[in-house]
């Protein structure tokens, strides 16, 4: 960009602009003048390299563009650019500092290194002809029309009064609607160069319209008419015709425009805008066919003069009275120049003064028009507040509530550049993260940090980052609660095994299968610590009342208003220094109650003030008496009632032996990490589990603090709890937070919002609210007493409301302590830090190496946590196993001597019965029995015997029967082939008819049972094998619940597929080739998905390979195709004989990845231009779902333009596209491909 029509050659240099984004403040029209004024100071920091220039040269000028530019596409917003014709650094950066003092500390301004107008680039002709044809290039220039030839030195209107005057929008507002609107490349270009200084211009022309003497017929008259001489009028002032002149408004509006035009400090200004249209053929086919005048008539002719033309008076209202803006159409050849200018920015000069214009009846106009630093900003500013709702959405301007809050100074934040807690990246006032992140020191952590965000708004992998930062940064143990279930926990792993190379420092408890070895009725080591024997006995009471409240709720648990207080006084009993014990089980404290409650006798105390409540216990009448005991046992059992609670309150490891106990005093000073995983567990166990381990950190800190020797400064340890929320109501967080701080302990709680703390315990609320010093809040939920934590003189309530609600994922607003003494930094917003290396959806998971090396470390940790401090639920089921099946047999046989051992047969017979479904299934149909005793199935007309197989199956319903009257639900499968033996059976949590039902679907997800007689996913409800296996609806859930089991469907049928979770409890593994691969399924493949594929194929088959007309002649599943050295699979394809693809077919289950997967399984298709490209959905939910990705992709352009509503059936889809033909719903297919049964074929043979 350069004056005097010169240009910078492309390519020369690294193109630079400051892209800006506005948002809703208005612009101080003070402020812009002044702003402008300096823009025009602007000069080249670069000098001439010969120091003789350098003596002789001048500053150097620079020439500004203003830009803003559009590709005509729907999902590409308009571009707001400013840049100067300098690419050194240093320039750059002066613009950028004179900008943000320009706009609104709102406004976004960012560095781009790309040329805007590359979207101008004319589009190759060499492509088909249904995609160029030719190009229509339309433009308009605006001009300077003076009404006299000088009168370029009179006022346009300033931009103040567009400010000013509330009915009246700035000029560019229209101009930004058109571009919003335009499906055309467009492009609005002003630029501003330096005029020179031409205030005697202005004085001689002052002189000359105050004498008269401003036109040729002015002077004529005045020098043949007027008095000759001085001396004839001595006493007159002004001549009759000068004050002629000032009584002429026109002659005084000029004197007035020149002495407010600033003639010292002035621009040359161009104004430009150009349309490109590229001319299109909709078919190709028809374009080549048609001739003549038809051909013409197929051509889609974009009206890029209609467009434009729309711009011609958009300046018109920055005329003044003398000094008009006028916009002139450029086509043909002038608006191929026109584009060529406005790529190459050449700065057109001031025209107004050349011979032509000295001649009659020739306008005076001018491409460079004169504007000083009060008019040029209307040329070039855009307001938001002004704006119409188009071109708010084109420009997409920030509102308001999304606008970056200003960073604390650096000063402050250097504090929290140093390691710890990793929050996140700062963003700058310009929306831009900055690259170091600031991190909460450890100094300020015991003040603890609330992390509040919806889900999905990345809460927990922000927690993995500080989590393993802080971690490097702290001594102490970091202890983990995770309930999530989701994979948290088994991520930070992979990220700690990346970082650190080992996992030895880690213990790891999964509570689905391995519960950690607490000791909770055990004062022991509390009072070898020193803790005086009344406090550790209350601590343990109130916390057991504690975690009863939590399993029952406060309100039932409270119903028995005397029923907490009996159980406060039996605790206690138990604890008696004379006659009670230091440690004691649960099982020992329901016998107390049972024997208190049976012989209505208190227990022996040594404090004669409980003995006295006890004693007024006993003394109710008998039934009251009753009713009260009978409230606690109702309480108390909760405990046992919870398999996983009963083994922890009933463990009472004895000191000295390899009894596993897990002693968290004896980790608080390591450099560990205890991850407490309870994500497997209900949500009433998890809540009971949490407090379990609250109570005996609690305690741990207590004997920790008991030890601490004078001066000696404790290890920071750090407790993470995610989803605290489900804490709501217990006391004992409550405690924690406002205590812990005096023993050394940070705790970080991670909850979608605040408010599910206030209804359940308002003073745990109102501790995270006044009380947690570090907040650091996402996109959540209204919550005004948050709002009120982050609220400044800046920023009211209601603002940070809205701002809190306008937060991206990834986004946090942070309010950070400081130190004692120091002010704290007002409130700021961050940017999420990149996922740690190894962590598996980040940029750099674990390699083939590590990821071997993790999955043996990990192994490793789980056996030193199970064996040394946890209790394995699948040791324990084998213990209670054997108890009942001795309590079994006392039972049944009075005489235990007569009892025969055991043998090798009798435990192969069990497994062999295990290995059938027939004992257990509560369907047979009704002329067949099964007779447990010889294992086989019998014919009840004939009590012929069958084999209890598939096969015996189909000859026993085949011996007597019509199978007319045989319903195809009651014939159930017969073979389960579990392969677990019978001490795997033991050792597993799960019940024998959870691992049936395991290995049954996956039997049936892989489709190995026969479909004609036994079971057919592709139609039957799995429903029926949950009623084959006898299992019952609660074990069916708990299987659901702990992820090992998940619901695909339960429409048409339903359906479930095992987890890797699952197939692991049933040691089945997929192999490549065999369970998935090319031709036989995906990995991780669910039920559902096989089913659509299947019946996909089979419609492939059914209406293309039988059909003599098609070339299709065989339909394959997954069949794996290669790009290169890239392989793909497409679900379902119809090849020739050739092995062309010819159809093809993808299954869509819709996911919260559809808007990625969908356009990616589209462009998958299209590649091989089949004949159709078939879409197999699961229902018309399914099939909207798949159009909305293809309309609108996460990347990329549109695959489908067509739209339909959302209450259309597929039915009416009429769409043909490269990837896209048809579209079927499960059901629709059911329909298609009838299912084959046994009755349809009674050969015996099948």
């Known amino acids: 960009m350069s004056a005097s029509n010169t240009e910078t050659k492309p390519g020369t240099e690294t193109y630079r602009s400051l892209r800006i984004r506005p948002t809703h403040d208005p612009l101080d029209p003070s402020t812009v003048e002044s702003h402008f004024r300096r823009l025009r100071r602007l000069k080249r920091s670069t000098e001439p390299e010969s120091k003789w220039k350098q003596l002789f040269s001048r500053d150097q000028p620079v020439t500004i563009e203003w830009l803003l530019v559009t590709s005509g596409q729907t999902d590409a917003p308009l571009e707001y650019h400013i840049s100067i014709d300098s690419p050194d650094e240093s320039d750059i950066q002066a613009l950028t500092h004179l900008c943000r003092g320009l706009f609104p500390n ?80 467009m492009a609005y270009q002003v630029l501003l160069h330096p005029y020179r200084d031409w205030r005697a211009d202005a004085l001689d022309r002052r002189y000359r319209l105050e004498h008269g003497r401003e036109t040729m017929a002015d002077r004529f008259v005045d020098d043949w008419f007027g008095p000759t001489t001085t001396e004839q009028q001595p006493n007159r002032s002004e001549t009759l015709h000068e004050q002629a002149h000032h009584r002429d408004p026109a002659i005084r509006q000029r004197l007035t425009d020149l002495e407010h035009k600033d003639a010292q400090r002035s621009f040359i200004l161009n104004a430009r805008a150009i349309a490109i249209a590229v001319a299109t053929s909709p078919d190709k086919t028809n374009s080549e066919t048609a001739t003549g005048e038809n051909k013409n008539h197929n051509r889609e002719q974009p009206d890029a003069l209609g467009t434009i033309r729309g711009l011609q008076t958009a300046l018109e209202s920055v005329s003044g009275l003398h000094y008009q803006i006028r916009g002139v159409e450029k086509t043909g050849d002038d608006a191929q120049n026109l584009l060529e200018t406005i790529k190459s920015r050449s700065v057109c000069e001031p025209t107004y003064d050349r011979i032509a214009t000295r001649l009659p009846w020739t306008e005076n106009t001018s491409q460079g028009i004169i504007a000083d630093p009060t008019e040029a900003p209307a040329f070039c500013l855009i307001d938001a507040t002004a704006l119409t709702a188009e071109g708010t959405r084109g420009l997409s301007t920030t509102p308001k509530e999304r606008t970056a809050l200003a960073q604390p100074p650096t000063a402050q934040l250097t504090h929290y550049r140093e390691n710890g807690l990793t929050i996140g990246h700062p963003v700058t006032q310009d929306g831009t993260p900055k690259e170091t992140p600031i991190a909460l020191p450890p100094s300020l952590q015991s003040l603890h940090v609330a992390w509040f965000g919806k889900t999905g708004s990345g809460k927990s992998t922000s927690l993995i980052n500080g989590i393993l930062n802080n971690h490097d940064a702290t001594d102490g143990a970091d202890v983990l609660i995770d309930p999530k279930g989701d994979g948290m926990s088994e991520s930070y792993l992979r990220s700690h095994y990346a970082r650190f190379g080992t996992l030895d420092n880690v213990y790891y408890f999964d509570c689905a299968q391995t519960l950690p070895a607490l000791s909770f009725f055990d004062i022991r080591q509390q009072l070898e610590d020193g803790i005086d024997r009344t406090t550790a006995v209350e601590d343990v009471v109130e916390h057991y009342i504690e975690i009863l409240t939590g399993i029952m709720g406060r309100e039932r648990f409270e119903r028995a208003v005397r029923s907490p207080d009996i159980i406060r006084y039996l605790l206690k009993t138990q604890f008696d220094p004379v006659h009670g014990k230091d440690v004691f089980s649960h099982r020992d404290f329901q016998a107390l109650t049972a024997q208190f409650q049976k012989a209505q006798e208190p227990p022996k105390v040594s404090d004669k003030e409980l003995q006295l409540m006890l004693d007024g216990v006993a003394a109710n009448s008998k039934r009251s008496f009753t009713e009260l005991l009978q409230g606690v046992a109702n309480r108390i059992e909760k405990i046992p009632l919870d398999k996983r609670l009963g083994m922890i309150f009933n463990n009472t490891p004895t000191p000295g032996t390899s009894d596993p106990y897990f002693d968290l005093r004896s980790i608080l000073d390591k450099d560990a990490v205890v991850i407490i995983d309870t994500g497997g567990l209900r949500p009433e166990s998890q809540r009971a589990m ?48 406002s205590q812990s701080r005096s023993f050394g302990l940070s705790i970080t709680l991670a909850m979608q919002f605040p408010a599910q703390l206030r209804h359940a315990d308002p003073r745990a609320y109102a501790e995270v609210i006044n009380n947690v010093s570090t907040v650091v809040a996402g996109n959540v939920s209204v919550d005004t007493d948050l709002a009120q934590r982050f609220a400044t003189e800046a920023i009211d309530t209601t603002e940070v409301s809205n701002r809190l609600r306008a937060l991206q994922r990834g986004e946090w607003m942070v309010r950070l302590p400081a130190k004692f003494g120091n002010p704290e930094p007002q409130p700021f917003l961050v940017t999420s830090a990149a996922l740690p290396t190894g962590h598996p959806d980040g940029l750099t998971p674990l390699t083939s190496a590590q990821e071997a090396g993790f999955k043996t470390a990990l192994d490793t940790v789980y056996d030193r946590t199970r064996l040394n401090y946890g209790l394995d639920l699948s040791r324990a089921d084998m213990r209670t196993s054997i108890e009942q099946d001795t309590q079994q047999t006392k039972l049944t046989h009075t005489d235990e001597a007569k009892e025969p051992q055991p043998t090798e047969k009798t435990e192969t017979t069990e497994d062999i019965r295990l290995n059938s479904a027939l004992p257990y299934t509560t369907r047979l149909p009704e002329p067949i029995d099964y007779d447990p005793e010889i294992h086989a199935l019998v014919c009840e007309t004939c009590q012929n015997r069958y084999d209890p197989t598939a096969q015996g ?36 949590p799960f019940t024998d008819a959870q691992l049936r039902l395991l290995q049954v679907v996956y039997t049936a997800h892989q489709r190995h049972y026969d479909p004609k007689t036994e079971y057919d996913p592709l139609y039957d409800s799995m429903k029926l094998l949950e009623e084959y296996v006898g299992i019952s609806p609660e074990e069916r859930d708990e299987l659901v619940d702990t992820k090992h089991l998940t619901v695909d469907c339960t429409y048409p049928h339903k359906l479930y597929t095992v987890t890797s979770k699952g197939r692991k409890a049933i040691k089945i593994g997929h192999r490549e080739g065999i369970a998935y691969g090319h031709t036989q399924g995906d990995l991780n493949e669910s039920t559902l998905h096989i089913i659509m594929v299947e ?152």
């Not at 319903?957 to 009651?970: A, F, G, Y």
């Not at 599943?1117 to 793909?1128: H, I, L, P, Q």
């Open 690 to 737: 949490t407090l379990l381990i609250l109570s005996t950190l609690w305690s741990a800190l207590r004997r920790r603090t008991q030890q601490q020797t004078e001066n000696a400064k404790l290890p920071l340890v750090n407790l993470y709890i995610e989803e605290a929320a489900h804490l709501g109501g217990s006391t004992l967080l409550s405690e924690l937070l």
């Open 1095 to 1246: 019946l996909g194929r089979r419609y492939i088959e059914e209406t293309y390979v039988n059909d003599r007309d098609s070339p299709v002649t065989e339909a394959l599943s997954y069949y794996e195709v290669k790009n290169g050295d890239a392989k793909s699979r497409l679900d379902a394809v119809g090849i020739d004989k050739n092995e062309n693809i010819i159809i093809t077919l993808e299954a869509e289950r819709s996911n919260h990845d559809s808007r990625r997967a969908v356009p990616s399984d589209y462009d998958k298709m299209a590649t091989h231009e089949p004949e159709a490209a078939i879409w197999v959905v699961k229902n018309r939910d399914g099939a909207h779902n798949v159009l909305s990705a293809l309309n609108e992709p996460l990347e990329g352009d549109p695959r489908v333009d067509k739209t339909y509503s959302p209450t259309s059936p597929p039915s009416m889809f009429m769409i043909d596209e490269p990837g896209f033909t048809d579209m079927l719903t499960l059901q629709q297919l059911q329909k298609i491909i009838p299912q084959t049964r046994y009755f349809d074929n009674k050969d015996p043979k099948l």
């Open 106 to 185: 709102t406004y976004e301004i960012e560095q781009i290194d790309r040329d805007p107008l590359e979207t101008l680039t004319t589009p190759s002709l060499e492509h088909d002809d249904s995609i160029a044809e030719i190009i229509d290039v339309v433009g308009i220039e605006f001009y300077g029309v003076a009404e006299r030839r000088e009168d370029w030195q009179t006022r346009l209107t300033p931009f103040s009064t567009f400010e000013e005057e509330t009915q009246t929008r700035l000029p560019l507002t229209a101009i930004v609607e058109t571009l919003s609107t335009s499906t055309l490349p």
């Open 953 to 988: 199956m189909r000859f026993a319903l085949m011996c007597c029967n019509q199978l007319s009257n045989i319903s195809r639900d009651d014939i159930p499968i017969c073979d389960i082939s579990l392969k677990l033996s019978r001490k795997e059976r033991r050792q597993s």
